[in-house]
């Protein structure tokens, strides 16, 4: 995600941090900050308008004579991309004594009948009571589609045939929400169009008039950069759109359009699709956007993905199980699942602080996701007394996997497990660490009864 991007703006930094700071120095390297985002698809005078602000606070003389100017100019950098994005507010109208209606729009492939489903599931999480609606009367199969997303996440859909019109679907949709106490959410999934198709934005306008939702969201295509943010403007210049989705984030290199819709359209983005699955829908957080793009991680945002996708009772016991030292390679592969879906692992190991900086700088660095695949596979080759008790892999069949490759990982893994299994008696037993470990205990990694 935005790897274009952050490598120029990374450039620039440090080209700033290696000179000796003068006004012209500050001067060059915020030039290549803009050819930065100039070349990441950032709207021109979003562009221009941010190196302004940069400038007017980077070469006061507060900066220039500080202790650490660098570092300084970065951190106003930092703070420009926050205001960049921000504020935003991604909450829904909830109410309690009635039904908050949704509409979602956008342009023909830009992911909203999934995307209604994505967000459906998030309310549900949330524990409110979502209802699609499948006003997308226009392109083939999409009813059927949005049924069974519904099916997949067990919510309520409402349908009827092509033949029906888009208010009429609506207006019925939301009579049956009404009659169902149950529902607090109504969630239209309205047909793509075009913003120059003058004959269905005056459908979208009508359905906006006569059923009045009390949120319009767009959904753009985030890797159609500045498609997405004339699109946008386009949309909320005949609706008056309340926020943004941008989907498919994960696959977007550039980063133009996360940075330059709120500054062109005055929209706030409020989610963010960051993959295919119905689970990858994120509250979009500047602060935290901000620092992804600078090389710096993303920790809250990465504390938020654990939670929603690692359950804390399995996390607690693996934990216990390792404290024990009875963490056996089925243990492990549990683990390596419950990791895999947070999200890609490079994607993941870019939300820790400094680690982003070093795969910007290695990018021959070997792809974490293979490594992963091929240690579950060596684990799966495995007969259960094998993942259970590690020691006794046969030797002439570990040397099928790269001569050794996996003999050559259980070793390392040793030491620290026998670490972890006494560190663990010791807080069972009280000891106090001082004394020195039963001989006995060879890091039986893994076994059951130790």
Known sequence: MFEGITDGLKGALSFIERSRLTEGNV?????????????????????????????????????????????????????????????????????????????????????????????????????????????????????????????????????????????????????????????????????????????????????????????????????????????????????????????????????????????????????????????RLEEFRPEGMADRILGMGDVVGLVKRAQEQIDEEEALAQQQKMLEGKFTLDDFSKQMKMMKKMGPMREIMKMIPGVGGMIADNPEMEDPEADLKRIEGMINSMTADERSNPERIDRSRGKSHRQGEWQRRFRRQQPAQTVRRHVGHDATNGRNGNERPDEGGQGNVGRGNA
């Open 27 to 279: 001067r060059e390297g915020l030039e290549q900050v803009r050819q930065a985002l100039l070349e990441a698809d950032v709207h021109f005078d979003v562009a221009n308008a941010f190196i302004e602000r940069v400038s007017s606070q980077a070469l006061g003389e507060r900066v220039l004579k500080s202790i650490r100017p660098s570092e300084q100019i970065v951190g106003i950098v930092h703070h420009e991309l926050i205001e960049l994005m921000g504020p935003v507010d991604p909450s829904l109208p909830i109410r309690r004594d009635g039904i908050a209606v949704v509409m979602l729009c956008g342009l023909q492939g830009s992911g909203k009948t999934t995307t209604c489903g994505k967000l459906a599931r998030m309310l549900k999480e949330q524990g409110h009571t979502p209802m699609l609606v499948a006003a997308d009367l226009q392109r083939p199969a999409a009813i059927d589609q949005l049924q069974v997303i519904a099916d997949q996440i067990d919510v309520p859909c409402y349908t009827e045939t092509a033949d029906s019109s888009p208010l009429a679907v609506c207006r019925n949709g939301l009579k049956q929400a009404k009659a169902n106490p149950e529902i607090r959410v109504v969630i239209l999934d309205t047909a793509g169009r075009l913003h120059v198709d003058d004959e269905l934005m005056g459908e979208l306008e009508e359905i906006d008039r006569k059923i009045q939702p009390h949120q319009v969201l767009l959904v753009c295509d985030a890797m159609t950069g500045q498609d997405a943010v004339n699109s946008a403007k386009a949309f909320n210049d005949a609706l008056e759109v309340d926020g943004v989705i941008l989907t498919k984030l994960d696959g977007d290199t550039r980063g133009g359009a996360a940075l330059s819709v709120k500054a062109v359209t005055g929209v706030p983005i409020k989610y963010v699709g960051v993959g295919e699955g119905l689970d």
